[in-house]
């Protein structure tokens, strides 16, 4: 008899500043996820790209998710450090033929609506002694997947014209490959996750069926937004959680996320907010809303 895996679930944060409030729903929905499936839960920091990454805010978020309680059943992973990981990966992806290097500049690529105009996909072997970045070559594809809050998902994949980087010029490997990479090391069997990157999952299937692994399911929250409609985000100055406040939070938390947790929760433990959510998750009960 075939067992089911246990279902593995994770926060990936890229740590480009403290956790701001609409980061700790997505956080305790994907643990609320895991835990009231008797699962496990991960953390993942997806530092790849220090140019963006103040260097206190790795350390922000983690002191962050201990306030409020979010322990990971395993060890944090560090994308920074599994370099050598994305590497083998990339070069499998390079001899297969599913990636290429590319040498266009954003401009050319602008000018020529994401067309190559050095035909890269073709030629990926031809330009060795200038400065190339490596692509994923995507297939043209109407892609059909599930969302398991959303529900049927329909995207259109373009060829060429969408093909995610992989590794930048700078010598940087990209999230759309760690994530993946990573994620199929890490046996994650559910990702929970914001809405913002609805749009990258189906370009994320054919990353997983390349490198010959089955995909997770996928759950996206809608984003939350301030009173302005705009997503809550650093660049948007979204306020850091107060960490002497970790009840209120994740009271406000669930809130956002329509469970309905009962006033009495406010004036007891965090260990009792957390117990309490598990036992209550609905996720049917978050709103479809707010994207
Ligand atoms: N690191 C990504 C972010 O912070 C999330 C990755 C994922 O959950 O797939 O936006």
Redesign the pocket.
């Given at each position: 008899m075939i067992t089911p895996r246990q279902y593995r679930g994770r926060f990936?944060?890229?740590p480009t500043g403290p956790l701001h409030f609409g980061s700790l729903v997505t956080a305790l929905a994907s643990y609320l996820e895991a835990k009231s499936h008797n699962g496990q839960w991960l953390i993942r920091i997806?530092d790849l790209d220090p140019l963006r990454e103040p260097p206190e805010a790795t350390g922000q978020i983690l002191n962050t998710l201990d306030a409020h309680g979010l322990f990971p059943d395993e060890p944090v992973v560090f994308q920074s450090r599994r370099h050598s990981v994305y590497q083998a990966a990339t070069e499998q992806l390079l001899s297969n033929g599913f990636a290429y290097r590319c040498t266009c500049s954003r401009k050319q690529l602008e000018a020529h609506r994401g067309k190559h105009p050095l035909r890269c996909r073709e030629h990926s072997r031809k330009y060795f002694d200038q400065p190339f970045a490596i692509r994923f070559a995507l297939r043209d594809e109407v892609c059909h997947w599930q969302d398991q809050l959303l529900g049927p998902q329909t995207h259109i994949v373009r060829a060429e014209i969408d093909d995610p980087v992989i590794l930048r010029k700078e010598g940087f490997f990209a999230?759309q490959l760690a994530?993946e990479v990573d994620d199929i090391e890490q046996g994650i069997t559910d990702?929970v996750?914001?809405s913002d990157?609805l749009d990258m999952t189906a370009q994320q299937l054919q990353v997983y069926r390349a490198l010959g692994a089955t995909p997770p399911r996928w759950l996206h929250i809608p984003v939350i937004v301030n009173e302005h409609g705009q997503k809550l985000s650093k660049q948007n100055h979204a306020p850091a959680l107060d960490n002497l406040n970790p009840v209120q939070n994740l009271f406000s938390a669930l809130v956002a996320l329509n469970q309905q947790p009962p006033q009495f929760l406010l004036s007891g433990s965090l260990e009792d907010l957390l117990e309490w959510g598990r036992i209550h998750w609905n996720r049917g009960a978050v709103h479809l809303t707010s994207r």
């Open positions: 990936a944060p890229s997806e999230y994530v990702v996750r914001g990157l």
